[in-house]
Nanobody, 115 residues
């Protein structure tokens, strides 16, 4: 059974930092491109960052330099380290795994940036 379980969300002040984790199981993690997406209230889900099976990364323009995606294939886990958080980063953050026609999603974790 495929599972993607996000953790690490919460409330943080503007300018603060937060780390998200996504633990994967039920598929061959090292083959998959992993990604983080987010959906703010009233908005569509959008790409935040991706990391390929070889470790190449890509970021949305508005998070580049502040957010860092990484993966640990031995632990089947993908991470999102967030620094310099802004109120506009407030959203539900979702973990995604893609390989060929397979496209898996986690349930999401909420991040709120507010003073």
């Amino acid at each position: 059974q495929v599972r993607l379980v996000e953790s690490g969300g919460g409330l943080v002040q503007p300018g603060g930092s937060l780390g998200l984790s996504c633990a994967a199981s039920g598929f061959i993690f090292r083959l998959y491109t992993m990604g983080w997406y987010r959906q703010a209230p009233g908005k569509q889900r959008e790409l935040v960052a991706t990391i390929t099976s070889s470790g190449s990364t890509d970021y949305a323009d508005d998070v580049r330099g502040r957010l860092t995606i990484s993966r640990d294939n031995a632990k089947s886990t993908v991470y999102l380290q967030m620094t310099g958080l802004k109120p506009e980063d407030t959203a539900d953050y979702y973990c995604n795994a893609k390989y060929n026609v397979n496209d898996f999603w986690g349930q999401g974790t909420q991040v709120t940036v507010s003073s």
